[in-house]
């Protein structure tokens, strides 16, 4: 299978700006989502399809996609959003449907 | 505003099955995709498989050959049960909707989650 491979851990300060990767061959065919996630707490979706959020996700969450690299972008950054980040997407190498999760991005705000 | 409810055993002997059922409360199973996902210090998060009302199933083909889903629209829920559980399967288990977005999907209703454990 594919693999979604992101940096391990990035650091941004208070009210500045981060953008986060995802890189994998199966993102120059399908659309990559992008997900928060806190200790003890389910996943959030923040951004999916070419940069939609769901309802109640602050726009200072943004995505955008090139090739075979996607980037979650996170534009004045809040305390509150200190956690660790997946992308996901659907697997281009697999024949039926099948999805897969990047390694994570933990985020620190300093 | 749909709503995820799961429930099922937290503590598993080696080569016993698990067995998780998620409720669906304020939506229809129609037109969706129904998933299990688990998380994992070591793996991260694993999607396991999904499943639809038209009856089309998924897998993740790392784990397909003990992965079994079901679902039942009378009741609302789907299940996975996982056969013959190791110590590597201890996890967090999640379910959740897949919402189609073309060919591919997105992740946008989650259960709260159910802690795992397998231990002799």
């Known amino acids: 299978s594919s693999a979604l491979t992101q940096d391990p851990a990035v650091s941004v300060a208070l009210g500045q700006t981060v953008r986060i990767t995802c890189q994998g061959d199966s993102l120059r065919v399908y659309y990559a989502s992008w997900y928060q996630v806190k200790p003890g707490q389910a996943p959030v979706l923040l951004v999916y399809g070419e940069n939609s959020r769901p309802s109640g996700i602050p726009d200072r969450f943004s995505g955008s996609s090139s090739e075979d690299t996607a980037s979650l972008t996170i534009t004045g950054a809040q305390a509150e959003d200190e956690a660790d980040y997946f992308c996901n997407s659907r697997d281009s190498s697999a024949f039926f449907a099948s999805y897969i999760f990047g390694n994570g991005t933990k985020v620190t705000v300093l | 505003q749909v709503q995820l409810q799961q429930w099922g055993a937290g503590l598993l002997k080696p080569s016993e099955t698990l067995s998780l059922i998620c409720a669906v409360n304020?939506?229809?199973?129609?037109?969706?995709?129904w998933n299990w996902i688990r998380q994992s210090p070591e793996k991260g998060l694993e999607w396991i498989g999904e499943?639809?009302?038209?009856?089309?199933?998924n897998y993740n083909p790392s784990l397909k050959s003990r992965v079994t889903l079901s679902l039942d629209t009378s009741e609302n829920q789907f299940s996975l049960r996982l056969s013959s559980v190791t110590a590597a399967d201890t996890a967090v288990y999640y379910c959740?909707?897949?919402?189609?977005?073309?060919?591919?999907?997105?992740?946008?209703?989650w259960g709260q989650g159910t802690r795992v454990t397998v231990s002799a």
């Open positions: 959740a909707r897949g919402e189609r977005l073309g060919a591919t999907r997105h992740f946008d209703y």
């Open positions: 304020g939506g229809s199973f129609s037109g969706d995709y």
């Open positions: 499943i639809s009302q038209s009856g089309s199933i």
